[in-house]
C-alpha cells in the first residue's frame, strides 16, 4: 500500500514530474520521520545476569547462526500513525525491530532491506544493513553496538513510494541464495505489491478502485476502472495488485530453501488473500484464517515478530565445540537461574557435546524469555 500511487502522484505533480514520466523523488520525503536516538532509547537493553558461577562459564552463542533478513517496506503510507501510538507504521517496526534483536540479536546473524528506492517511487529498494551478528549481552547494561548501528540505518530514510514488492525479493534474491547457514526472509508491508507496469487488471484488483481513490473529480468504481489505460493514462496498470510476480519471486527463494515468513501492518486487511498467497509460497503459512501475521498494533506486531524471530533464532539444544573433561562436572543456568539435569524437564546429554532442553525448561527458553543460557564447566552436576 502507499499513501500516494504511481498514478496519483503523476496526477498530482503535473509538471514537477521527470522526463521519465516518474514523480521527483524529492516529493516522496516525509519530514517528520522519528530521529534514530528517539527509537534506540525507547528500546532498554535486556537484563544480563553476570554473577559469579561455580566453574568456568560460557555464554551460548552458535558458532553458525541462522541468518535473518528483514525486507521492510517505506512506501508513504509507512508514514500514517499507527493507531494508538505516537509513532508512524515505519518507525513502529524500527521499534519493533530493535526489541526482538536487543533479546535473540546475538543468537543470529540479521540484516535488511527496504523499499522501495528512494530515487525511484517504484525502485526495488537497497540494503541498509548486511548480515551481522548481534554482540554478546553486556553485564553492565550497555546497548548493543551492532543494534544501534542497525536502528540508525533506517533513520536515513523516510517513508515514500509505492510497493514494489517483486522487485525488491528479486533483488534480495541472490545474496540471501549464498550466505552460509539456514536463512529466513521476513517481509514486513502494509498493502498489496504493485508497481509493474506490464500489469493489467479489472477494477476488482485495482488498488486505487479497492482503496476507493480518485483521479481528479472521477471516483475509481466498479464501472471505472483506474488501472485501465485507457482511463487514466499509460502508467495505470502500475496500480494493479501484483500478486503472481510476487508469489513467483517468494516461491522461488523457497525453492532454494529460504522461506518467507510475511507481516501485514493496518492498511494490508484489504489484501489479506495477496498476503496469504505470499505466505503459502514462502513455505511458513500458519494455521487458521490467516496464512500470514496479521498485526493491527503495536502489542500484535511484537508477538508476530518475537514468534517468528525466537522461532528461527532459539532451538532446544546447545552445541559445545568440543566435549568437557568431565560430563558429570557441567550446568546450565539461564538468566543466571540453575537448571537442573532432567531428562523431563531440564537438560539431558545428547552425544559428547550437544546439550538438550526438555520439557518446560524447553519451553521457557524457546518462548525468548531467556535473555542468555549459559553452560558452567567445572562444578558437580545438580541433578533434579
Known amino acids: 500500500m502507499r499513501q500516494i500511487g504511481v498514478l496519483s502522484l503523476l496526477v498530482a505533480c503535473g ?11 524529492t516529493t516522496l520525503v516525509h519530514p517528520d520521520v522519528t530521529t534514530s536516538s528517539d527509537i534506540i532509547n525507547s528500546i532498554e537493553p535486556p537484563p544480563t545476569t553476570c ?3 561455580c566453574g568456568e562459564t560460557f555464554l551460548h552463542q552458535l558458532a553458525a547462526p541462522p541468518n535473518l533478513y528483514f525486507l521492510v517496506d517505506r512506501s508513504g503510507s509507512m508514514s500514517d500513525l499507527l493507531e494508538g501510538s505516537p509513532l508512524s507504521k515505519y518507525d513502529t517496526a524500527r521499534r519493533v525491530l530493535g526489541k526482538l534483536l536487543s533479546v ?11 523499499f522501495p528506492e528512494l530515487s525511484d517511487t517504484c525502485g526495488a529498494g537497497h540494503e541498509v544493513f548486511p548480515p551481522t551478528v548481534g554482540s554478546l549481552p553486556s553485564c553492565d547494561g550497555s546497548r548493543d553496538p551492532v543494534l544501534t548501528d ?6 536515513n530514510y523516510a517513508p515514500g513510494g509505492a510497493t514494489p514488492t517483486a522487485a525488491a525479493v528479486a533483488g534480495v534474491r541472490s545474496e540471501l541464495e549464498q550466505l552460509e547457514g539456514s536463512t529466513y526472509l521476513v517481509l514486513l508491508t502494509d498493502g498489496a505489491p504493485n508497481c509493474n507496469f506490464d500489469a493489467t487488471c479489472g477494477a476488482d484488483q485495482c488498488t486505487l478502485n479497492i482503496e476507493g481513490a480518485s483521479i481528479g473529480r472521477q471516483q475509481c468504481t466498479a464501472g471505472f476502472n483506474c488501472c485501465d489505460p485507457s482511463n487514466t493514462g499509460a502508467l495505470a496498470p502500475s496500480e494493479c495488485v501484483d500478486t503472481d510476480a510476487t508469489v513467483q519471486e517468494i516461491a522461488r527463494l523457497a525453492a532454494h530453501g529460504v522461506p518467507t515468513y510475511v507481516v501485514g501492518m493496518p492498511g494490508a486487511e484489504a489484501y489479506a488473500d495477496v498476503l496469504d498467497r505470499l505466505a503459502v509460497a514462502g513455505g511458513t503459512a500458519r494455521d487458521g484464517d490467516t496464512a500470514y501475521y496479521a498485526a493491527n498494533d503495536e502489542t500484535q506486531l511484537e508477538e508476530a515478530l518475537y514468534a517468528i524471530g525466537t522461532g528461527v533464532a532459539i532451538r532446544c539444544t546447545i552445541e559445545l565445540e568440543s566435549p568437557p573433561d568431565d560430563p558429570d562436572r557441567v550446568n546450565v543456568y539461564f538468566d543466571g537461574q540453575l537448571v537442573p539435569a532432567d531428562p523431563d524437564n531440564g537438560w539431558s546429554w545428547d552425544g559428547d557435546a550437544r546439550i538438550v532442553v526438555n520439557g518446560d525448561a524447553c519451553t521457557s527458553l524457546e518462548s525468548g524469555d531467556v535473555v542468555d543460557a549459559r553452560v558452567v564447566f567445572g562444578c558437580d552436576t545438580v541433578v533434579r
Open 104 to 114: 535473540i540479536g546475538y543468537r543470529v546473524r540479521y540484516g535488511a532491506s527496504i
Open 150 to 155: 542497525f536502528l540508525k540505518s533506517f533513520g
Open 15 to 25: 509538471l514537477s514530474c521527470s522526463g521519465s514520466g516518474r514523480p521527483d523523488p
Open 51 to 53: 554473577d559469579d558461577f
